[in-house]
Every structure is written in C-alpha cells, then in structure tokens.
C-alpha cells in the first residue's frame, strides 16, 4: 500500500500547467497517468561532475545510518523475525 505524503509543489509548476492551458492539478493528473512525460534537460560535464561530488559526500556522510540499519536488519534476521522473500511469487508483486 502507498503511504501519503504531502508535499508542496514548486512555485514554476503554475506557470508550467499555463503554457499549456490547464490547470496545475490538471497537470499534475496527466504526469500521474503518463498522459505526460517530463524530460530534464541535459546535465552539462560540469553540472554532472558537481552532482557526483555532491552524491559521494552524501552517500560517506550516511555511513553510520547505514551501519545502524544492517545491525537492526541482521539482530531482526538472527531473532527469526524475518521471512524469506522472493519476488516471483510475492502475492504483493502479481
């Protein structure tokens, strides 16, 4: 099941939903269905190398999160609070 989140939209969306004569509800009804496909434009070499900075710092930053999560899965795995998943016959996935 899907859980809900709120969140607000950027403020360009109104004028993205105008330039095409709808509403932004409307136009965020046709991404939601695929009626519409948003494209981002092309990274330049700089923009790209920035972004893989800032991934990298992100990714050595969250290092103790990490480590926190695999000791909680490995102690829940080790007490047998854990069940085999498999996703070719997950009833959650057919």
Do not use: C
């Not at 046709?30 to 330049?44: D, H, K, S």
Request: aromatic share 6%.
């Amino acid at each position: 099941m899907a859980t809900r989140r709120k969140i607000d939209y950027p403020a360009k969306l109104d004028e993205i939903a105008e330039t095409f004569g709808i509403s932004t509800p409307e136009l965020l009804d046709e991404i939601a269905n695929g009626e519409l496909i948003v494209v981002r434009p092309a990274m330049t070499d700089e923009e790209l190398a920035a972004d893989e900075a800032l991934w990298d710092q992100q990714f050595a930053e969250s290092q103790d999160v990490l480590d926190r999560l695999a000791d909680s899965i490995h102690a829940a795995y080790a007490a047998g609070l854990t069940e085999d998943f498999d996703p070719d016959t997950d009833p959650d996935l057919q």
